[in-house]
């Protein structure tokens, strides 16, 4: 088809180069513009309306918790970060110092906040005194900055946009029925909202967060079949605590220390949403978190009565969802083309010829499928096929997954894996980091979790062919 081909043009196929459709679809559906600092990202209108979607999900669901919206300090001082000990050693190589204040050099360095454990950590000493003060519920919405070496719109860029959890409890069970609970919210939202199966599990700890007792993590695959870290939770138990002194008075009198959570999740879920969905004819919104989810197209504008029908049936779907219109003067299949590659759910077609026979055309994006829909029963028809296409990307996205996921008993599997069929492996590990970090310099895979279910799939080691402890899915990963 001549449309087609002229969208291989436009961007890159993803058989071809994925690493270049990721950016040509992120360019060219407006999602980001570069900015003059490497690794920055200008996050465009259409790129942030999707972000606020998803923010606004996930606040509602914060709240509803429990948590409570708070703001602390982009500068942190040196003296501050170096209290935890592993947190320091872990984020250190990748912080942004802050040197001079105007011409003048500061008695001591800040940095940009990498994340805030420290900050929170701080601030709880100060207001937690006794058991009435527990359990604290917060959670912060901002930016961090991490001197990445190199960057990806979204994937990994230097700032990113994230929400942070951070809470304190009484208990070592609260907190770490805390840790399950934001996790289980994540994926949810990934799963219902951005119609990403995600696999539920705990890092191994050399993957752990830098000062956490254990990091519970959501992985999705994407379409290339590599991993990404969709949102992680940890139980981060009494270290940073100890650190600032966060104490309570329980309600025997006895001086308690508290048990802390962190939690976060990131714009780098916009990443996974373009490369679990999308395809060679660009970005493909789940309709949930669609900006637009019905662009309407008028046909032969020009003719009598079709422009005034098209925003008829504008302000008649308002009701039921997300709708535009694109009125400008560009031709039809420019317009069809624009509203595929920004990935809008359904398209809405009409022409003189519809309106002479009372229909309306509506388009899916995610199959191209073209249905006649007579317009009295437009509004009950675009809800049902808005959620058939939310449904559906999910189950598509899942059979991917399945179709990607391989099992591998040894090293020789697990290499064969790797080139023929690249995804997750599920392979056995004997809880040596020895073999964790083999596996990762002779195949780049690295362990991604240990699944919360799953049947062992061996007796043995997949690495060293001792005995075996856990179930691992491993990856390369983003
Ligand atoms: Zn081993």
Redesign the pocket.
């Known amino acids: 088809m001549a449309k087609d081909k002229k969208f291989v043009e436009e961007i890159t196929a993803m058989e071809d180069d994925f690493a270049q459709w990721y950016t040509d679809v992120v360019k060219k559906a407006d999602l980001v513009d570069y900015s003059s600092v490497r690794g920055s990202m200008i996050i465009r209108p259409y790129g942030f309306a999707i972000w606020e979607n998803i923010r606004d999900v996930l606040d509602g669901k914060i709240k509803e918790t429990g948590h409570e919206n708070i703001y602390m300090p982009l500068l942190i001082p040196e003296s501050l970060l170096q209290k935890e000990k592993d947190h320091i050693e872990g984020f250190a190589p990748e912080v942004a110092w802050v040197t001079h204040g105007g011409s003048e050099e500061l008695a001591e360095r800040l940095v940009i906040r990498p994340t805030s454990e420290v900050l929170f950590g701080e601030h709880y000493a100060n207001i937690i005194h006794s058991y009435r003060d527990l359990p604290k519920l917060y959670n912060q919405w901002a930016n961090v900055v991490r001197w990445e070496k190199t960057t990806r719109p979204f994937l990994r860029s230097l700032e990113f946009l994230w929400q942070e959890g951070h809470t304190c409890h009484a208990t070592s069970e609260d907190a770490q029925e805390e840790t399950a609970r934001m996790l289980d919210m994540y994926a949810e939202v990934c799963e219902k909202y951005l119609a990403i199966p995600v696999l539920r599990g705990r890092k191994t700890d050399k993957e752990k967060f830098a000062g956490a007792v254990h990091t519970l993590t959501i992985e999705s695959l994407m379409h290339d079949g590599k991993a990404l870290q969709s949102g992680t939770s940890h139980y981060l138990g009494t270290g940073f605590a100890e650190a600032f002194g966060i104490q309570f008075t329980d309600k025997n009198g006895e001086l308690q220390t508290v048990h802390q959570t962190s939690w976060g999740i990131t714009t780098r879920i916009i990443g996974a949403l373009i490369m679990v969905h999308g395809d060679n004819r660009g970005l493909v919104v789940p309709p949930k978190v669609a900006p637009k989810q019905v662009m309407i197209v008028p046909i032969a504008q020009h003719k009598e009565g079709v422009l005034d029908k098209a925003y008829e049936l504008r302000d008649q779907l308002k009701k039921v969802a997300r709708v535009d219109i694109d009125a400008s003067d560009k031709m039809p299949g420019w317009k069809f083309n624009e509203s595929e590659m920004k990935g809008i759910p359904v398209r809405l077609e009409v022409g003189p010829k519809d309106i002479e026979k009372g229909q309306v055309v509506l388009v899916r994006r995610d199959t191209g499928e073209k249905i006649f829909v007579p317009m009295a029963e437009l509004e009950t028809k675009v809800v049902e096929l808005l959620e058939d296409i939310q449904n559906n990307l999910f189950e598509k996205a899942k059979a991917h997954r399945e179709e990607k996921t391989s099992i591998a008993r040894n090293m020789d599997e697990f290499k064969q894996v790797l080139v023929e069929n690249p995804g997750f492996i599920k392979a056995m ?2 809880g ?1 980091v020895a ?1 964790e970090n083999f596996i990762k310099d002779e195949t780049s895979a690295t362990s991604r979790c240990i699944p919360f279910e799953g049947e062992p799939v061996s007796d043995t ?1 997949v ?2 062919g ?1 005995e075996a402890k856990h179930l691992v899915y491993w990856a390369k990963a983003y």
């Open positions: 590990w004997c040596d073999c080691c690495c060293c001792g």
